[in-house]
Every structure is written in C-alpha cells, then in structure tokens.
C-alpha cells in the first residue's frame, strides 16, 4: 500500500514563506497527477495545484503567482513553495496522489499551515 508522508507546514506571518514535502513510499512515476488539498475549518476540500505525470502544471486562481509545485523524483517528493502567504492561505494541507489505472487516490495524513500575525 503506498503511502503519502507530509512534512513542512506550521504557523508563519503574512507575507512569510512555508515549504511543504510530500514523500512517497514509491516513485513517483507510479502517479498520473500529484497534487495539494487544503481544508479551512467550516469548508470543503479544495484543489490548489496540480503536476501532471510529464511536468504540466496548473493552480487555483487564488494561489497563481505565489506557490509553485514541484517534484524530485530520485527522492519520492513532491513539494509546494508557497510565498505571500495569505491569513487566508491557513488550512490542513494535504498531499495526493492519483493513479489512473483503476481510478485509486492515496492521502498524506495532512499538515497544518497557520498564517497569523
């Protein structure tokens, strides 16, 4: 059963920098898409970027131009830079990855990212 480790997030101040790591117990390669969720308390699951299998890449409108997703695959990791963060920006991240091939979606455990003066 693969598995999604998350690793990164934390409280910072408007404007500040966080990085988050998603590391996998298998390559990569063994994912279509990869991606980041986040989840404000009282809202549903929302998309903020995805990268495809042969490096496109695509982001919500409200994080296009600070964060940028990116993976390492000689060490399993997928990764999201995020910038200019936003009080808005604070929410439960989570690392996904889906695989076409029999439709599966495996979740990282999540990790909280607080942006708060």
């Known amino acids: 059963q693969v598995q999604l480790v998350e690793s990164g997030g934390g409280l910072v101040q408007p404007g500040g920098s966080l990085r988050l790591s998603c590391t996998a117990t298998?390559?990569?390669?063994?994912?279509?898409?990869m991606g980041w969720y986040r989840q404000a308390p009282g809202k549903q699951r929302e998309l903020v970027a995805t990268?495809?299998?042969?490096?496109?890449?695509k982001y919500d409108d409200s994080v296009k131009g600070r964060f940028t997703i990116s993976r390492d695959y000689a060490k399993n990791t997928m990764s999201l830079q995020m910038n200019s963060l936003k009080p808005e920006d604070t929410a439960v991240y989570y690392c996904?990855?889906?695989?076409?091939?029999?439709?599966?979606?495996?979740w990282g455990q999540g990790t909280q990212v607080t942006v708060s003066s």
């Open positions: 996904n990855g889906h695989v076409e091939n029999g439709d599966s979606d495996y």
């Open positions: 298998e390559t990569l390669f063994s994912f279509n898409s």
């Open positions: 990268i495809f299998r042969f490096g496109s890449s």
